[in-house]
């Protein structure tokens, strides 16, 4: 693999940025700069940094809604790299609109994540739901996000997804769309389903577009080590691989 071919699947980490309704913002201050050395010039430079475990591109882990549910520490750390699927909803994205299954399943086309990996010599279980929202990223637009229906979410698990990203705020309507009469009740359905049945959500990814092509696609969402987390930053990266079984060896990490 070409170091070229490397995605990168992440939003970056600024003041200001995007971030959850009510969820404290990203920031960065100097801590330290203190310089040691005129010749050659030296100066220790350190920063302090204050951000949500769910700022930009992140993983949510099942105890971000379930109390006895598993922290990222206690998630295999493989986990989190693995082939992945792309679908594509960008005909069904458009502001503050449910996508259900139908439309997930005209990308789709099949009746199980299981043939999808014996046509790509292998198992399957990542699958990004490529919306095409991301360009909206830290504009007003980007909170009109759409989000999918209970069903989308029940049949993504059905079908054996282990984890399910998103090129959004996140899969589900914010509670200031419901407020406002955007979004129907039963706002965080996916987050239930999904997380509730063990399985890990990523958001804010972007530009997931880049992984669809003829080769297999590849990602990495590795999260920080914080011991009994409920969710993570990652920089998320994706790669193109040829679908060739003696190719398929450990993805770099």
Same mark, same amino acid.
């Given at each position: ?8 699947? #992440? ?29 050659? +010039? ?10 949500? *475990?769910?700022?930009?591109?992140? !993983? ?25 699927? !792309? ?12 996508? @259900? ?6 990308? +789709? ?15 399957? @279980?990542?699958?990004?739901?490529? *919306? ?5 990223? @830290? ?9 999918? #229906? ?23 309507? *914010? ?7 955007? !979004?129907? #009740? ?27 092509? @003829? ?10 080590? !914080?011991?009994?987390?409920?969710? #993570? ?21």
């Amino acid at each position: 693999m070409s170091p070229t071919s490397i995605i990168d699947l #992440s939003h970056p980490l600024q003041d200001p940025m995007t971030c959850y309704p009510g969820d404290p913002g990203f920031k960065k201050r100097s801590a330290c700069n203190f310089p040691i050395s005129s010749s050659p +010039c030296m100066v220790v430079v350190t920063h302090e940094l204050t951000l949500s *475990t769910h700022t930009g591109t992140h !993983v949510d882990a099942p105890f971000h809604f379930f109390p006895d549910g598993a922290r990222l520490s206690e998630i295999p750390f493989e986990q989190f790299v693995g082939r992945a699927v !792309v679908l594509d909803v960008r005909h069904a994205a458009r502001a503050w609109g449910c996508i @259900d299954w139908a439309d997930v399943d005209i990308a +789709c086309n099949t009746t199980s994540l299981a043939q999808i990996g014996a046509r790509s010599s292998g198992k399957v @279980d990542i699958v990004l739901l490529w *919306t095409g929202w991301d360009v909206h990223w @830290d504009t007003p637009t980007y909170y009109a996000h759409p989000y999918f #229906s209970r069903g989308v979410a029940e049949s993504l698990r059905n079908l054996g997804a282990q984890v399910v990203g998103v090129d959004m705020l996140g899969p589900d309507g *914010t509670p200031e769309a419901e407020a406002a009469g955007q !979004v129907t #009740s039963d706002s965080f359905a996916v987050h239930e389903v999904l997380l509730g049945s063990g399985r890990i959500i990523c958001e804010n990814l972007r530009g997931i577009g880049s992984l669809v092509g @003829d080769d297999e696609a590849w990602i990495s969402m590795v999260p920080l080590n !914080v011991q009994g987390a409920d969710a #993570s930053p990652v920089r998320a990266y994706g790669w193109r691989q040829r679908r060739n079984a003696e190719l398929l060896t450990a993805p770099p990490v």
